[in-house]
């Protein structure tokens, strides 16, 4: 089965912040209050993920001038080897790249081996450290990825036909 990509809509929020609860422990996970500002923060985006007719991801992304950034991506766990996160990401930077982004960035826990490397498989790398960015002392990689003028490119090519 495959993955079906579509634009968030307000009736979702209940379903997608129940997913973020159930991705993160509970002091990272977002309060509904926050979840809600960043869908709604100029510039926002979110892509919602559907495979077997229920919803198993979303990615939420901001972006500002020729700057993108990931602000969560969440997976539902019996969803992870289905491609749903590999499908978020592609969709999430060919958006960014049609509002002119350049440049994305992002944190990760440097203590999520897949995470980072899920991450890194897709282009991403690492560019610094920020020391007890999570709660509970936790460290997180500071990342970022160059969207190419080659990628650009491609995506423009691909919209016009």
């Known amino acids: 089965m495959s993955v079906q990509l579509r634009t968030y809509k307000p009736e979702d929020f209940d379903t997608l912040w129940a997913i973020d609860q159930a991705c993160y422990d509970a ?9 809600q500002a960043y ?12 495979l077997s007719g229920e919803i198993a991801g979303f990615c939420i992304s901001a972006h500002q001038e020729d700057r993108g950034y990931i602000v969560t991506i969440d997976v539902v766990e019996k969803f992870r080897r289905d491609k749903v996160g590999t499908a978020l990401i592609g969709e999430i930077e060919k958006r960014l790249i049609g509002f002119g982004v350049k440049h994305v960035s ?4 440097t ?11 897709h282009g991403y790398r690492e560019r610094g450290i920020r020391k007890s960015y999570y709660p ?7 990342m970022t990825k160059t969207l190419s003028p080659d990628f650009r490119a491609r995506h423009k090519a691909a919209k016009t036909r």
Do not use: H, M, Q
């Open 111 to 121: 203590d999520t081996p897949a995470s980072v490397a899920f991450w890194k498989k």
């Open 39 to 50: 869908l709604k923060y100029p510039g926002s985006d979110c892509i919602v993920a559907e």
């Open 136 to 142: 509970g002392n936790r460290d997180a990689y500071a």
């Open 106 to 109: 992002l944190e990760t826990a």
């Open 27 to 35: 002091e990272v996970a977002y309060s509904k209050r926050e979840l």
